[in-house]
């Protein structure tokens, strides 16, 4: 039960004393699910664009990169695939964010279905995105717009011996905790026609307040749903020139 809103900026002060180190707990999860604990069957940039992390970077790795174009962004009206990572389709709230400026393609954004053989054996580079572009092709949109995020979240105890550290519900009181969540988001946007693409990033959001000790999960879930109302307009409105 949550029972106060409050800044999230109170949430690094006490991530960062160490005398409250011991008590806070941390996560991180993906966007496309809030409630759990781990990234699923998120996309990745090497199977979208077939680029990966280089371990050693020269002098003309960063020339080459300087001197490469980076793709262009779709016009507002016109139309675009959709796909949000790790999930079936895109979340309401996103779908609902990027209409007003688009007309969508709505796609699974899952990396492989789970069980297939395929999640067994290893994808080339880029395969996924150049999928995406065909399907894009297929349904005459000028873009892949891939949307990613991370859902961060930290709880602290609040000390059982002070008032403030129970919650009341219901005429009793129930120990509480200071939780907070951190709503990361940017999208891969993808031209159909060539394999180039731009990296849009949208700023982070973020929500803390008190709430029953124990039920963070439930709260973190609230205030994700609440934090996506928040950032996915933001990153549609900078997905399009």
């Not at 806070?24 to 090497?46: F, I, K, R």
């Not at 709880?155 to 907070?180: H, K, Y």
């Amino acid at each position: 039960m949550s029972v106060k809103n409050t800044d999230m900026k109170s949430i690094p002060l006490f991530l960062l004393s160490p005398a409250a180190a011991l008590l806070v707990s941390c996560t991180s999860t993906s966007l496309s699910n809030p409630g759990g604990s781990g990234h699923g069957e998120d996309l990745n940039l090497y199977e979208l664009t077939g680029d990966k992390p280089q371990t050693q970077v020269t002098e003309k790795d960063i020339a080459a990169a300087l001197g490469s174009r980076s793709g262009s962004l779709p016009a507002r009206g016109g139309k675009i695939l959709l796909v949000q990572s790790g999930a079936h389709q895109p979340d309401q709230e996103l779908a609902e964010a990027f209409r007003p400026l688009s007309q969508i393609v709505e796609w699974n954004g899952q990396s492989q279905e789970p069980g297939s053989q395929e999640k067994n054996n290893r994808q080339t580079g880029g395969a996924i995105g150049r999928r995406l572009r065909l399907v894009a092709a297929q349904q005459g949109c000028s873009h892949v717009v891939v949307v990613f995020g991370e859902i961060q979240s930290a709880a602290r105890d609040l000390p059982t011996d002070a008032v403030v550290g129970w919650v009341p519900i219901v005429g009793s009181l129930v120990p509480g905790e200071v939780s907070g969540t951190r709503l990361f988001a940017q999208a891969l946007v993808m031209e159909t026609a060539n394999p180039r693409y731009s990296v849009i990033t949208a700023s982070p959001r973020q929500e803390s307040g008190l709430n029953v000790s124990g039920n963070q999960g439930a709260a973190n879930i609230r205030r994700s749903m609440r934090l996506k109302k928040l950032i996915y307009p933001e990153l549609a409105a900078r997905c399009f020139r």
